[in-house]
């Protein structure tokens, strides 16, 4: 009953705004967050600059912190609809509850619950997928990908399969940790998410 009345306020305050005006949120983790790197190299940021100087300028409100979780951003998720009032929902999580080896299930459930709180405040969802690396074994990295391609078809929701796709396996483009890229790979993790995400603008309008 308070998670309606709350989508029903949210959805009164943000009537006198047009989708074409509200903002885009990221809630995502270090992935998203420019890790020790220069927060202007980031590929939030640099999406940001593309859309700033394209025809339907609009603005992009970055909410990723580093070492984030599923259940973190459920619970930050709230207050962050409640006040930017974003059109659409850009959800890059479920890294760090990988790389603790938390339950899939688990995974899945608070992704469930953000994908349902962001449509509950009038926000479209974009999905952005990870791999984990190759020594937490098969069954556990097919399990998450095919969760994240699960939930895409289950709200038939746009999903960028691998957020790091051409930049994971190129030593020259990540950080020594082998998690995190430099910033001569976040242009290319923009290019990774940028075909899924213009079709999603385009229908906001």
Avoid at 10 to 27: D, K, W, Y
Avoid at 183 to 198: C, I, S, T
Wanted: charged share 20%.
């Amino acid at each position: 009953m308070i998670g309606r009345l709350l989508a029903f306020v949210l959805l009164i305050s943000i009537g006198t705004a047009t989708a074409a005006t509200r903002p885009i949120l990221v809630l995502g983790d270090s992935l998203s967050a420019a890790h020790h790197i220069r927060v202007e190299s980031g590929w939030v940021h640099l999406l940001e600059t593309r859309l700033a100087q394209s025809k339907d300028p609009r603005p992009v409100v970055n909410a990723s912190i580093s070492g984030e979780t599923t259940s973190g951003g459920l619970a930050r998720l709230p207050p962050l609809l409640a006040e930017n009032k974003p059109a659409l929902v850009i959800v890059e999580l479920g890294a760090n509850d990988g790389l603790r080896g938390l339950p899939i299930a688990q995974i899945r459930e608070n992704l469930t619950r953000i994908i349902g709180a962001c449509r509950d405040a009038g926000a479209a969802v974009v999905l952005a997928g990870i791999e984990l690396p190759i020594n937490y074994g098969p069954q556990y990295r097919d399990g998450l990908r095919a969760m994240y391609r699960d939930l895409a078809q289950e709200f038939n929701l746009p999903l960028v399969p691998f957020l790091l796709d051409g930049v994971a396996l190129d030593p020259n483009l990540m950080q020594e940790d082998g998690l995190h890229p430099k910033a001569e790979g976040e242009p290319k993790v923009l290019d990774n998410v940028w075909p899924v995400l213009e079709p999603a603008l385009q229908k906001l309008k």
